[in-house]
């Protein structure tokens, strides 16, 4: 089984509680693997895990990445046991960019500065800011679903989250006022 530990591309939708737990165990059962793409949720970007499947309460037998551990750089990663990569001699494989020095330097220094940075932490305390704020929003705003995806970087700061907050809601009071005249006429 291949899964997000978020749905990203699905419209960030989270998983019910205890449902990829009672997946992976049901894989497994099967004489299957887990697999977690952490392309978007991994390396601190939810805030409370370094890794979007820790939430889940699971260990994957095999980890994707890659975007988060570039910052913008070219590469990827798979993480997986030691039992799994054994079978790697099994068969010829190979990667146009396995091994590139400089992509593992590249990614090297995004994890020191995610670390030195504090940045999990940051996206802890300015995540839950946006989202109380678009919380606040979708109140206001019947426009507002569930649906509305922002996944801004980082490092962005508490005044960046107020501002980005800001310009939403002018652009959602304008589509109002605008609904409002139209439906007047």
Request: overall charge positive; hydrophobic content about 40%; glycine content about 12%.
């Amino acid at each position: 089984m291949f899964a997000e530990s978020i749905q990203g591309v699905g419209g960030t939708v989270q998983y019910p509680k205890g449902y990829i737990k009672k997946a992976a165990k049901l894989v497994r059962a099967n004489g299957g693997v887990f697999i977690s793409d952490e392309v978007q949720s991994g390396f601190g970007r939810t805030g409370d895990h370094f890794w979007g499947f820790q939430e889940h309460g699971i260990i994957p037998d095999i980890v994707t990445c890659a975007k988060g551990i570039g910052n913008g750089f070219p590469i990827g990663a798979v993480i997986t046991t030691p039992e799994i990569a054994q079978c790697l001699d099994r068969a010829l494989h190979f990667n146009t960019f396995g091994g590139n020095p400089l992509a593992s330097a590249v990614g090297m220094a995004v994890l020191d500065v995610i670390e030195e940075e504090e940045l999990q932490k940051n996206s802890k305390i300015v995540g839950t800011r946006l989202i109380k704020g678009l919380l606040e929003l979708q109140k206001k705003y019947e426009i507002i679903g569930d649906t509305l995806r922002i996944k801004p970087p980082m490092c962005i700061s508490q005044d960046d989250a107020q501002l980005t907050l800001e310009a939403l809601e002018k652009v959602l009071m304008l589509h109002h006022s605008k609904r409002r005249r139209n439906s007047l006429r």
